[in-house]
C-alpha cells in the first residue's frame, strides 16, 4: 500500500525518526534505543516511513540500514509554500494598516 508523505508526518514518532536519520543512516535497532516503545512498534514507524517513501533501506550483510530521502520531503515544502506566500501577502496588507494608522496619528 502506498501512503503519502503526510502519513510520514503526522506522528511525533515518525517526526523523531525522520530529523534522527538527517545525519546517516542508521539499523532498525540503534534507532529503536532512542524510544520508550517496543521494538516493533518502532518497526511499525520505520514500515510507515518507507510506504511513504521517506526512508530506504539497504541490506548490509545480515543488517538492515535506513536512510533518508529527503527529496521526498520537497513535497511537504511545496504544499507549505502557498501557505507562506498568502501569510506574505496578509502581513504586507498589515504593514500598509499600520503605515496609514502612524501616518494619521501625526
Not at 28 to 41: C, L, M
Not at 65 to 87: G, P, R, S, T, V
Not at 97 to 104: C, D, F, G, M, Y
Request: charge should be positive.
Amino acid at each position: 500500500m502506498r501512503r503519502d508523505v503526510f502519513q510520514a508526518i503526522a506522528d511525533p514518532t515518525r517526526r523523531a525518526i525522520i530529523l534522527m536519520l538527517v545525519v546517516g543512516a542508521m539499523t532498525p535497532n540503534a534507532i529503536a534505543e532512542h524510544f520508550d516503545s517496543s521494538r516493533q512498534a518502532v518497526s511499525k514507524h520505520l514500515r510507515i516511513l518507507t510506504e511513504c517513501d521517506v526512508l530506504s533501506k539497504e541490506q548490509q550483510g545480515r543488517e538492515i540500514h535506513y536512510h533518508l530521502n529527503a527529496d521526498k520531503l520537497k513535497d511537504i515544502e511545496k504544499w507549505l509554500e502557498q501557505f507562506k506566500q498568502l501569510m506574505a501577502k496578509r502581513f504586507d496588507q498589515l504593514d500598509t494598516v499600520l503605515e496609514q494608522l502612524k501616518s494619521k496619528r501625526k
